[in-house]
């Protein structure tokens, strides 16, 4: 078995990875849009209409000409005529014109001729109002009111398009609202239904094949005798994958035999869109997962070994055109390097837009060793540290071998100690990437 070549830094790993895969060309389908959250977009989206496509008030209060109520104040207010109520769910039967108002609810449609809302709470009714106030006169001469009309009292004044949403203000008819390969999330299930899609054209997820080995491994249903342990990694990294947006599909646990798994390999291959294997990565002589990878097909091995910890001996390669990756087989170094490597896969499979990082400022509250030229990344625990109202972060390195799973488990993220560092100190600001 070769020894493991130069040991690449995990970002020109993962360039070297990328740039072997060819375009994505996962399939798309079409699905109904009460389950599209989590997907990714395969095309563009346009709006069919402006939203909204009337204009509407986002406050509860009179639909006015903004200058009849120009100098409006406490001491001062202006007077205006109610001449009746904005229907919900209908286009108002009235038009207002100069000194009249109408009641209207939130998300009503604005009547014709008013071009701004006043909130209720600065008005105020006068009931039977049988003589003109002082200084009250419309545009046309009006100066006398019958006892049956209402005067709304307006305390304070309102500019043009002030508390109302216009037409197209939100999108304008033709508008790209969802670039393709967007995550589809609660607000654009809402965006979308408020456009009339009810279904959405999606990437199809990704197939990725998960290949257990070693003689020791079981599967977690059964009990372990001594020297055996239960299969974790295809249910961890099964779990990533699905969350990233794949379909985990689970191939099952090989022995130690070049053969069996060169052939459940293959089956994997020609089956999904990814394939990884867990154990089988080291340099001992008894792990084949490279020579079973340079088998499968063009180019085969890219890397042998990853300049991190944990997870040196992660093997990555492309065959014909699939990425086949191999995971150590300890269970943190596996879902460490999954974060790293198979999520990216998965997104450029998917076609998926850039997104930023989860991650949160926290200082470190112990120092922490590195060796220069590794990049290390450590779990860590956020702990809510001070007594203002403004939150801030301790971070709390979780200390525990790559075999340790609950290592993983117990933390909050992860830290990256970069290769140029020998260390980070106590109470230095750290970022920390949310898992």
Same mark, same amino acid.
């Given at each position: 078995?070769?020894?493991?070549?130069?040991?690449?830094?995990?970002?020109?790993?993962?360039?070297?990875?990328?740039?072997?895969?060819?375009?994505?060309?996962?399939? =798309?389908?079409?699905?109904?849009?009460?389950?599209?959250?989590?997907? /990714?977009?395969?095309?563009?989206?346009?709006?069919?209409?402006?939203?909204?496509?009337?204009?509407?008030?986002?406050?509860?209060?009179?639909?006015?000409?903004?200058?009849?109520?120009?100098?409006?104040?406490?001491?001062?207010?202006?007077?205006?005529?109610?001449?009746?109520?904005?229907?919900?769910?209908?286009?108002? !039967? /009235?038009?207002?014109?100069?000194?009249?108002?109408?009641?209207?609810?939130?998300?009503?449609?604005?009547?014709?001729?008013?071009?701004?809302?006043?909130?209720?709470?600065?008005?105020?009714?006068?009931?039977?109002?049988?003589?003109?106030?002082?200084?009250?006169?419309?545009?046309?001469?009006?100066?006398?009111?019958?006892?049956?009309?209402?005067?709304?009292?307006?305390?304070?004044?309102? $500019?043009?398009?002030?508390?109302?949403?216009?037409?197209?203000?939100?999108?304008?008819?033709?508008?790209?609202?969802?670039?393709?390969?967007?995550?589809?999330?609660? $607000?654009?299930?809402?965006?979308?239904?408020?456009?009339?899609?009810?279904?959405?054209?999606?990437?199809?997820?990704?197939?990725?094949?998960?290949?257990?080995?070693?003689?020791?491994?079981?599967?977690?249903?059964?009990?372990?005798?001594?020297?055996?342990?239960?299969?974790?990694?295809?249910?961890?990294?099964?779990?990533?994958?699905?969350?990233?947006?794949?379909?985990?599909?689970?191939?099952?646990?090989?022995?130690?035999?070049?053969?069996?798994?060169?052939? $459940? $390999?293959?089956?994997?291959?020609?089956?999904?869109?990814?394939?990884?294997?867990?154990?089988?990565? !080291?340099? !001992?002589?008894?792990?084949?997962?490279?020579?079973?990878?340079?088998?499968?097909?063009?180019?085969?091995?890219?890397?042998?070994?990853?300049?991190?910890?944990?997870?040196?001996?992660?093997?990555?390669?492309?065959?014909?055109?699939?990425?086949?990756?191999?995971?150590?087989?300890?269970?943190? =170094?596996?879902?460490?390097?999954?974060?790293?490597?198979?999520?990216?896969?998965?997104?450029?499979?998917?076609?998926?837009?850039?997104?930023?990082?989860?991650?949160?400022?926290?200082?470190?509250?112990?120092?922490?060793?590195?060796?220069?030229?590794?990049?290390?990344?450590?779990?860590?625990?956020?702990?809510?540290?001070?007594?203002? =109202?403004?939150? =801030?972060?301790?971070?709390?390195?979780?200390?525990?071998?790559?075999?340790?799973? /609950?290592?993983?488990? !117990?933390?909050?993220?992860?830290?990256?100690?970069?290769?140029?560092?020998?260390?980070?100190?106590?109470?230095?600001?750290?970022?920390?990437?949310?898992?």
């Amino acid at each position: 078995m070769p020894e493991f070549l130069t040991l690449l830094p995990p970002d020109e790993a993962r360039t070297l990875l990328l740039s072997h895969l060819s375009q994505p060309t996962i399939d =798309s389908e079409s699905i109904d849009m009460l389950h599209a959250l989590g997907r /990714f977009t395969a095309s563009d989206t346009f709006a069919p209409h402006p939203l909204p496509d009337f204009p509407r008030t986002t406050v509860d209060g009179y639909a006015v000409r903004a200058r009849d109520t120009f100098g409006a104040t406490d001491s001062l207010p202006a007077y205006l005529t109610l001449i009746g109520e904005v229907p919900m769910g209908d286009t108002p !039967s /009235f038009e207002i014109g100069a000194g009249q108002c109408a009641l209207i609810h939130t998300g009503g449609m604005l009547p014709n001729g008013a071009n701004a809302v006043v909130m209720i709470e600065y008005t105020q009714h006068i009931v039977g109002a049988g003589s003109p106030r002082p200084g009250l006169m419309n545009e046309v001469g009006r100066d006398d009111l019958t006892p049956t009309q209402t005067e709304i009292e307006i305390f304070k004044s309102v $500019a043009d398009g002030e508390n109302l949403i216009r037409i197209g203000e939100d999108v304008a008819q033709g508008q790209l609202v969802l670039p393709k390969g967007t995550l589809i999330r609660p $607000a654009e299930i809402g965006g979308l239904m408020a456009l009339g899609f009810t279904s959405i054209h999606v990437a199809r997820k990704p197939r990725v094949g998960l290949i257990s080995t070693g003689d020791e491994v079981i599967d977690p249903s059964q009990t372990p005798r001594p020297g055996q342990v239960r299969d974790i990694n295809s249910y961890t990294l099964g779990a990533l994958v699905e969350k990233t947006g794949g379909a985990a599909i689970r191939y099952g646990i090989f022995s130690d035999s070049f053969q069996v798994l060169k052939e $459940a $390999a293959a089956k994997a291959l020609s089956e999904c869109d990814m394939v990884i294997i867990t154990a089988g990565s !080291s340099a !001992s002589t008894r792990d084949m997962t490279a020579e079973v990878i340079r088998t499968l097909g063009e180019p085969g091995v890219l890397v042998h070994g990853i300049n991190t910890r944990p997870g040196k001996p992660t093997i990555l390669g492309v065959c014909n055109g699939k990425a086949v990756i191999g995971l150590p087989g300890n269970p943190v =170094s596996a879902l460490v390097n999954g974060y790293l490597f198979v999520v990216p896969v998965i997104e450029k499979l998917l076609g998926a837009l850039p997104k930023l990082k989860a991650t949160v400022q926290a200082r470190l509250i112990v120092n922490l060793p590195s060796q220069a030229g590794r990049e290390d990344w450590w779990p860590v625990k956020l702990v809510v540290s001070g007594q203002s =109202s403004v939150v =801030s972060y301790q971070a709390e390195p979780i200390f525990g071998k790559s075999n340790l799973i /609950f290592t993983l488990a !117990s933390a909050d993220g992860l830290l990256r100690i970069h290769p140029d560092a020998t260390g980070l100190s106590a109470g230095e600001m750290v970022e920390v990437v949310l898992i």
